[in-house]
């Protein structure tokens, strides 16, 4: 497998001189060269695989004072010496930036602006971390500019990689996109590659946990996750597969490529197993301690290199030598494939050091290894390693290293994942609860698997403590029910999340991007950096702090951008837009939330099966208020065995148009539930039609509130290939005001205080016929803490469009809890 390269510019777009080079990439991307020996580079680098672009048009002026290369979005001076602040320099339009401070090679941000504007990138490791950690840089910046240095990278030489020339040597990008981030993104993607698509299973739950199992009590746990029908898809097993701790073994034995009989002792089985149980597997090598004399493949590998075995000598790990590198892949490698692996985790953890300076033995790993994968052309590739920096996005999916037990972890998580989307690296996979250390808090686990459900990849994972280990059962009862409720959800999710895999690997849209992505005019965008957009679709405010003792409520404080309105998934409850708020949940909740005109495909089974595979029926869920569309896209080859649906790649569309309050649901060949969510009520003039035809049969109507995403549901059974379905709810159909009073009244009962707390809360709701505003005035007037009138508070403001004394009055005369 190769994946495609141009990194020679378009000649028409160069700037040469005797010792500096400029290349106008696009009218707001530029590279910059200097070599003290003239010698520039077109191979193509780790960062930059791509260089040849249509030439945009700009404007140069040369003369003995200097150069001047003018776009319509930046204007660079540059003095025709070595690169230097004072010499090297660019304004931006002043449309870009309100800063106005030019860009300066080799200048830092904070000591020109006062303060860094760049927004952050990713860090090679979360190992060890406890809470923040650096996270670099990225390509964007509120200063309008941001700049990447490619000096030192490897580079690409036919198929293999080779160091930089020594000398004087400066190779860089400036990227001027002001604060359209998305763009700047996107040009990113252009000259270092997309992110390509995963396979659909990864998308699904990881099992791992860094343990010595027998293989018989690992397919044990298999079938005890199946027979609590939690979902899996990817079973990890860590460095314990192979021989560690045997006499033979000469060193530490992180190092192995040669399967434990004592615990693996039918390794061909274990894969079978694992297969019929539509799981697939990946196993973890440290490879930095070469091959030595006990293993099962040295000798052939000895021979493939030529290595003398007289004495029992180790080959060495080399990832700089071409011939190493083919016998590593093509020997060991895939002879432990055809036994039992489906793809490696690569768990490099020596840093950037070979033999050649400048060749990084993870990103030797990540590439080869990558593109090993996919030798066959049919193979969707997959690696799962570590970042090795910008151009890693090629090489999904990233391991962020062992974390700490704690709720700092937690806290900072949901950030580090949203800012690595500014180096364009989006697969971020996070060991869900923890590596080491902390303390034993099921609450911790709960609240971290809840983020995981909405995080690019889920894998729990633990060390092998006896009292640390991720199986949901483990966790006292309240939080074994969350845990395995959310990983249902998970794999019910996953013809949404697989849909934006390809969307967003074509599109060059990472599935979590920052708020300030898509509001980057507005301050409180930057203001919460724990909150993101998952999918393009949903708003995730994760709740990373402990319950309150007395409410029992998980309390996040977020920011409701401006425009419609939104709708959280699980509570149903609406929220004005354009505001902070602070959401109240219970432990089975979580804040996600969809704007007014949102569809989001997900399996219909309250139970989905292993390994993601393409679903049996649909269910939509619809939110809504505005105009709206998704795009479910399946591969069929990822059907199950036996299954008799259509062949090759399949898209359906649904659509919803608000003014006439019809859903339109394209093509569905299977049984599709259609929730209207927030609609509490069944309209009077609601019809349903299969090919233009009204449908009475095969059809089940009804209002669900007491579960999750509660609404209107549509239950139509009915399924051939080709059908197209519509729903006339009426015209300019709304959501449901929420009564909020069942809520509160739910919400107050478990509050762990004094009863007259309560009577006092419970009285100023529903005593006095006073409008919102003054109610929420005579709760504050109380004296108690926030935390006892803040969920109250949240139910009354959410909506403005509830008016209290009519839903007083509704509940006097014993009306539904919505209205």
Same mark, same amino acid.
């Given at each position: 497998?190769?994946?495609?390269?141009h990194?020679v510019?378009?000649s028409?777009?160069?700037?040469?001189?005797?010792?500096?080079?400029f290349?106008?990439?696009?009218?707001r991307l530029?590279?910059?060269?200097?070599?003290?020996?003239?010698?520039?580079?077109?191979?193509?680098s780790?960062?930059?695989?791509?260089?040849?672009?249509?030439?945009?048009?700009f404007?140069?002026?040369?003369?003995?004072?200097?150069?001047?290369?003018?776009?319509?979005?930046f204007?660079?001076?540059?003095?025709?010496?070595?690169?230097s602040?004072?010499?090297?320099?660019?304004?931006?339009?002043?449309?870009?930036?309100?800063?106005?401070a030019?860009?300066?090679?080799?200048?830092?941000?904070?000591?020109?602006?006062g303060?860094s504007?760049?927004? =952050?990138g990713?860090?090679r490791?979360l190992d060890?971390?406890?809470?923040r950690?650096d996270?670099?840089?990225?390509?964007?910046?509120?200063?309008g500019?941001?700049?990447?240095?490619?000096s030192?990278s490897?580079?690409?030489?036919?198929?293999?990689?080779?160091?930089?020339?020594?000398?004087d040597?400066?190779?860089?990008?400036?990227f001027?996109?002001?604060?359209?981030?998305?763009?700047?993104i996107k040009?990113f993607?252009?000259?270092?590659?997309?992110?390509?698509?995963?396979?659909?299973?990864?998308l699904?739950?990881?099992?791992?946990r860094?343990?010595?199992y027998?293989?018989d =009590?690992?397919?044990?746990?298999m079938?005890? &996750?199946?027979?609590?029908d939690?979902?899996?898809?990817?079973?990890?097993?860590?460095?314990?597969?192979?021989?560690?701790?045997?006499?033979?073994?000469?060193?530490?034995?992180?190092?192995?490529?040669?399967?434990?009989?004592k615990?693996?002792?039918?390794?061909?089985? &274990?894969?079978r197993d694992?297969?019929?149980?539509?799981l697939?597997?990946?196993?973890?090598?440290?490879?930095?301690?070469?091959?030595?004399?006990?293993?099962?493949?040295?000798e052939e590998m000895?021979e $493939?290199?030529?290595?003398?075995?007289?004495?029992k000598?180790?080959?060495m790990?080399?990832p700089?030598?071409r011939?190493?590198?083919?016998?590593?892949?093509?020997?060991?490698?895939r002879?432990?494939?055809k036994?039992?692996?489906?793809?490696w985790?690569?768990d490099?953890?020596q840093?950037?050091?070979?033999?050649?300076?400048?060749l990084?033995?993870?990103w030797l790993?990540n590439?080869?290894?990558y593109?090993?994968?996919?030798?066959d052309?049919n193979?969707?590739?997959?690696?799962?390693?570590?970042?090795?920096?910008p151009?890693?996005?090629?090489?999904?999916?990233?391991f962020?290293?062992?974390?700490?037990?704690?709720?700092d972890?937690?806290?900072?998580?949901?950030?580090?994942?949203a800012t690595a989307?500014?180096?364009g690296y989006?697969?971020?996979?996070?060991?869900?609860g923890?590596?080491i250390? =902390?303390?034993?808090?099921?609450?911790?686990?709960?609240?971290?698997?809840?983020?995981?459900?909405?995080?690019?990849?889920?894998?729990?994972?633990?060390?092998?403590? /006896?009292?640390?280990?991720?199986e949901?059962w483990?966790?006292?009862?309240?939080?074994?029910?969350?845990?395995?409720?959310?990983?249902?959800?998970?794999h019910?999710?996953?013809p949404?999340l697989?849909t934006?895999n390809?969307?967003?690997?074509v599109?060059?849209?990472?599935?979590?991007?920052?708020?300030?992505w898509m509001?980057?005019?507005?301050?409180?965008?930057?203001?919460?950096p724990n909150?993101?957009?998952?999918?393009? /679709?949903?708003?995730?405010?994760?709740?990373?702090?402990p319950?309150?003792?007395?409410?029992?409520?998980g309390?996040?404080?977020?920011?409701?951008p401006? =425009?419609?309105?939104?709708?959280?998934?699980?509570?149903?409850?609406?929220?004005?837009?354009?505001?902070?708020?602070?959401?109240?949940?219970t432990?089975?909740?979580?804040?996600?939330?969809a704007?007014?005109?949102?569809i989001?495909p997900?399996?219909?089974s309250?139970a989905?099966?292993?390994?993601?595979?393409?679903?049996?029926?649909?269910?939509?869920v619809?939110?809504?208020?505005?105009?709206a569309?998704?795009?479910?896209?399946?591969?069929a080859?990822?059907e199950?065995?036996?299954?008799?649906?259509? /062949?090759?790649?399949?898209?359906?569309?649904?659509?919803?148009?608000?003014?006439?309050?019809?859903?339109?649901?394209?093509?569905?060949?299977?049984?599709?539930?259609?929730?209207?969510?927030s609609?509490?009520?069944?309209?009077?003039?609601l /019809?349903?039609?299969?090919?233009?035809?009204?449908q009475?049969?095969e059809?089940?109507?009804?209002i669900?509130?007491?579960?999750?995403?509660p609404g209107?549901v549509?239950?139509?059974?009915?399924?051939?290939?080709g059908?197209?379905?519509?729903?006339?709810?009426?015209?300019?159909?709304?959501?449901?005001?929420?009564?909020p009073?069942h809520?509160l009244?739910t919400?107050?009962?478990?509050?762990?205080?004094?009863?007259?707390?309560?009577d006092?809360?419970?009285?100023?709701?529903?005593?006095?016929m006073k409008?919102?505003? $003054?109610?929420i005035?005579t709760?504050?007037?109380?004296?108690?803490?926030?935390?006892?009138?803040?969920?109250?508070?949240?139910q009354?403001l959410?909506?403005?469009?509830?008016?209290?004394?009519?839903?007083?009055?509704?509940?006097?005369?014993?009306?539904?809890?919505?209205?």
């Amino acid at each position: 497998m190769t994946f495609p390269i141009h990194p020679v510019a378009n000649s028409q777009a160069v700037l040469p001189g005797s010792k500096y080079r400029f290349t106008v990439l696009t009218d707001r991307l530029i590279r910059y060269e200097w070599a003290s020996d003239g010698c520039f580079e077109d191979r193509a680098s780790t960062f930059a695989i791509n260089r040849h672009f249509p030439t945009p048009q700009f404007l140069v002026i040369d003369n003995d004072d200097g150069l001047e290369i003018i776009t319509d979005h930046f204007h660079l001076c540059y003095d025709k010496q070595r690169f230097s602040p004072a010499g090297l320099n660019a304004h931006l339009s002043f449309q870009h930036t309100n800063w106005g401070a030019p860009w300066r090679y080799g200048l830092d941000e904070k000591l020109n602006l006062g303060g860094s504007l760049n927004l =952050g990138g990713t860090a090679r490791t979360l190992d060890l971390c406890n809470g923040r950690c650096d996270m670099g840089e990225g390509v964007i910046s509120k200063a309008g500019y941001a700049a990447l240095d490619d000096s030192t990278s490897m580079l690409f030489d036919g198929d293999f990689v080779v160091g930089r020339k020594p000398g004087d040597r400066i190779d860089g990008y400036l990227f001027c996109y002001g604060h359209d981030y998305k763009a700047a993104i996107k040009a990113f993607y252009s000259v270092s590659g997309k992110q390509p698509v995963l396979p659909r299973y990864a998308l699904g739950n990881w099992w791992s946990r860094y343990y010595p199992y027998h293989q018989d =009590g690992y397919i044990q746990l298999m079938d005890d &996750f199946r027979a609590r029908d939690i979902p899996l898809s990817v079973a990890v097993v860590d460095m314990d597969w192979h021989l560690v701790k045997d006499p033979s073994v000469p060193h530490a034995g992180w190092t192995g490529y040669t399967w434990d009989r004592k615990l693996f002792p039918n390794p061909e089985q &274990f894969r079978r197993d694992l297969h019929e149980r539509h799981l697939k597997i990946t196993l973890n090598d440290h490879p930095h301690n070469g091959i030595h004399s006990h293993e099962d493949a040295y000798e052939e590998m000895a021979e $493939a290199l030529d290595h003398d075995t007289s004495e029992k000598r180790p080959i060495m790990f080399d990832p700089s030598n071409r011939k190493f590198m083919k016998a590593y892949l093509e020997i060991l490698h895939r002879n432990l494939e055809k036994t039992a692996c489906d793809f490696w985790w690569i768990d490099w953890q020596q840093g950037p050091y070979s033999k050649v300076p400048g060749l990084d033995p993870l990103w030797l790993l990540n590439h080869f290894h990558y593109l090993d994968h996919g030798r066959d052309g049919n193979t969707t590739p997959l690696i799962f390693s570590r970042y090795a920096g910008p151009g890693s996005q090629r090489y999904p999916i990233g391991f962020s290293g062992d974390t700490v037990v704690t709720w700092d972890s937690l806290a900072f998580q949901p950030e580090f994942t949203a800012t690595a989307s500014n180096i364009g690296y989006g697969w971020w996979s996070h060991d869900i609860g923890g590596h080491i250390f =902390g303390v034993r808090d099921d609450e911790l686990v709960a609240r971290w698997v809840q983020l995981g459900v909405f995080s690019p990849i889920f894998r729990l994972h633990s060390s092998d403590s /006896k009292w640390n280990s991720k199986e949901p059962w483990m966790y006292r009862s309240e939080y074994c029910e969350v845990m395995s409720n959310f990983m249902k959800l998970r794999h019910r999710l996953v013809p949404f999340l697989y849909t934006c895999n390809v969307v967003g690997s074509v599109e060059y849209e990472p599935l979590v991007q920052p708020m300030y992505w898509m509001y980057p005019e507005s301050d409180q965008a930057y203001a919460f950096p724990n909150q993101y957009i998952f999918g393009s /679709k949903l708003l995730i405010a994760p709740i990373v702090e402990p319950r309150d003792k007395t409410t029992n409520l998980g309390a996040v404080k977020a920011w409701l951008p401006p =425009g419609s309105r939104f709708t959280d998934i699980f509570t149903g409850q609406s929220y004005d837009a354009d505001r902070e708020i602070t959401f109240y949940r219970t432990l089975e909740e979580y804040p996600v939330l969809a704007r007014e005109g949102t569809i989001i495909p997900m399996d219909a089974s309250p139970a989905p099966g292993n390994g993601c595979l393409n679903v049996d029926a649909f269910e939509f869920v619809v939110v809504i208020g505005n105009d709206a569309e998704a795009t479910i896209l399946e591969d069929a080859g990822d059907e199950a065995p036996n299954s008799t649906s259509g /062949k090759g790649q399949r898209k359906y569309v649904v659509q919803f148009n608000q003014a006439e309050g019809k859903l339109t649901a394209h093509s569905v060949d299977r049984p599709s539930k259609f929730r209207f969510l927030s609609l509490t009520s069944v309209p009077d003039d609601l /019809k349903i039609y299969c090919d233009g035809i009204e449908q009475t049969d095969e059809i089940k109507v009804a209002i669900e509130e007491d579960c999750q995403a509660p609404g209107l549901v549509i239950d139509c059974s009915f399924s051939q290939v080709g059908h197209c379905i519509t729903i006339e709810l009426g015209p300019d159909p709304q959501l449901s005001v929420m009564n909020p009073m069942h809520r509160l009244e739910t919400l107050i009962m478990d509050y762990q205080c004094e009863f007259e707390v309560k009577d006092q809360l419970w009285k100023v709701v529903t005593d006095h016929m006073k409008p919102v505003n $003054a109610v929420i005035g005579t709760l504050l007037s109380l004296g108690y803490d926030l935390s006892i009138v803040g969920p109250v508070s949240e139910q009354l403001l959410a909506d403005s469009r509830l008016c209290l004394p009519f839903v007083r009055r509704t509940l006097a005369e014993g009306s539904a809890t919505r209205v």
